[in-house]
């Protein structure tokens, strides 16, 4: 399973952006999507996860409201809208894969992305 995330830059507060994440490859093993964040000196931290056919989605609490994740299967492609953006959102993007259930911890994600960057300025 191969993905490439795209959609990140520079935003203003409150401003918007979509991210993607562009899956090839995909079997059983990558049925569940996540997105998590990295800002420097920061550990990776979870954002929001969804499945494929989007029936069950999560969300961390210092997103919720502001974020929503959707899918495409037709075009293998998870997004991740942001909304009301802040300054505190600003870091790198991943998009993670998984077998089976949803979950908040990075470790148990088996592919990754490359990230992009989303940086908001005050």
């Known amino acids: 399973v191969q993905l490439v995330e795209s959609g990140g830059g520079l935003v203003q507060t409150g401003g918007s952006l979509r991210l993607s994440c562009a899956a090839s490859g995909r079997t059983e093993s990558s049925d569940i999507m996540g997105w998590f964040r990295q800002a420097p000196g920061k550990e990776r931290e979870f954002v929001a996860a969804?499945?494929?056919?989007?029936?069950?989605?999560e969300y961390a609490s210092s997103v919720k409201g502001r974020c929503t994740s959707s899918t495409d299967n037709a075009k293998n492609t998870v997004y991740l809208q942001m909304n009301n953006l802040k300054p505190e959102d600003t870091a790198v993007y991943y998009c993670?894969?998984?077998?089976?259930?949803?979950?908040?911890?990075?470790?148990?994600?088996?592919?990754w992305g490359q990230g992009t960057q989303v940086t908001v300025s005050s």
């Open positions: 969804i499945n494929w056919s989007g029936t069950f989605t």
């Open positions: 993670a894969a998984k077998a089976g259930d949803i979950s908040r911890f990075p470790v148990r994600y088996d592919y």
